[in-house]
């Protein structure tokens, strides 16, 4: 456990002490947030949050495996250098998103692109289990289904971070839920990636919970977005646990079913699909009289709810 604490603390400090750096750097290339009548801010935010998360995520990592040796490090480093490499790609997609702007149709092609090449490197869902019959091979399905869950839960992430510290926290609470269940499965490398993960997210909340000074920004979310979501691939749809398709999506609730409600919303009412709105979950709390941080946290607590479920689900063998 030694190495998880190492990356996690690693991770943490190198994003803590580079952050005001970003939000510096941030005003001077001019990724700023600037309030308007779908947005709750009020005041003009810095949003390249994802460069510092990079950063602590990808040297923290680096650190521990060329640096330190540890029992046990069986672990398969390409898969852990596709993740990277993939989630690099988006991260300057949304580096560039966060500084003049690009289409939705722009970010999708990235994502598709950036998880075909993950798949590539053999991050991909190539069975799922059930009790009945164990594994079972999907073959064919493996490469669309793995698009389908990469580029999902990616999106998800990016379409809840609407409030201050919200996809960040609702990153952070699944990310320690896979993390866990990487550690019951023997799953080293993913559970390093998610430890990284958890360290990150951890010392950027600091600056990005109520009220923030600086938000994730599409650099942030999709970043957060694609390691999470390849990372549960690596940790819990490639084990042979019973409930390996359900846990994942549980842990994920939450933006997952945000997503699925918005897609649903905006088809039925002709809209497209990839267009903005405020019916969102945090949108609709603030209606109801919720005030930023306590809509925040009441997300947060059914994500807590979530992802307690799917620990106990979990553990049945």
């Known amino acids: 456990m030694r190495i998880y604490f190492l990356v996690l603390v690693l991770a943490f400090v190198i994003t803590y002490l580079i952050t005001p750096v970003v939000k510096n750097l941030a005003f001077k290339l001019g990724a700023v947030d600037i309030p308007n009548d779908r947005k709750v801010h009020t005041e003009p935010t810095p949003r390249l949050g994802g460069l510092a998360i990079f950063f602590g995520y990808v040297l923290s990592i680096g650190s521990v495996l060329i640096f330190f040796d540890f029992p046990g490090k069986n672990i398969d480093f390409s898969l852990i250098i596709g993740i990277i490499l993939s989630a690099t790609l988006l991260l300057l997609v949304g580096i560039i998103d966060d500084i003049r702007g690009l289409r939705a149709m722009t970010k999708l092609f990235f994502q598709v692109l950036a998880t075909l090449l993950v798949i590539w490197f053999g991050v991909k869902i190539s069975f799922i289990t059930n009790p009945v019959e164990g594994i079972l091979p999907i073959g064919a399905l493996a490469v669309p289904l793995t698009l389908l869950w990469v580029v999902g839960v990616t999106n998800a992430i990016n379409l809840i971070d609407g409030l201050d510290g919200l996809a960040t926290g609702v990153a952070l609470i699944s990310c320690v839920t896979l993390f866990i269940v990487a550690i019951l499965s023997g799953q080293v490398g993913a559970a390093i990636l998610l430890a990284a993960l958890l360290g990150t997210g951890l010392a950027f909340l600091r600056f990005n919970f109520p009220p923030a000074s600086i938000f994730l920004g599409d650099s942030g979310s999709l970043f957060l977005g694609f390691i999470l979501a390849t990372s549960a691939i690596v940790g819990v749809l490639k084990t042979t646990l019973v409930v390996a398709l359900i846990v994942p999506v549980l842990i994920l609730g939450v933006p997952i079913f945000d997503t699925l409600f918005a897609i649903v919303r905006r088809l039925k009412s002709g809209k497209n699909p990839f267009e903005a709105d405020d019916r969102h979950i945090h949108h609709m709390l603030l209606r109801a009289g919720f005030d930023k941080r306590e809509a925040v946290l009441a997300i947060y607590t ?16």
């Open 302 to 317: 059914v994500c807590f709810i979530l992802s307690f479920i799917a620990l106990i689900m979990a553990t049945i063998k």
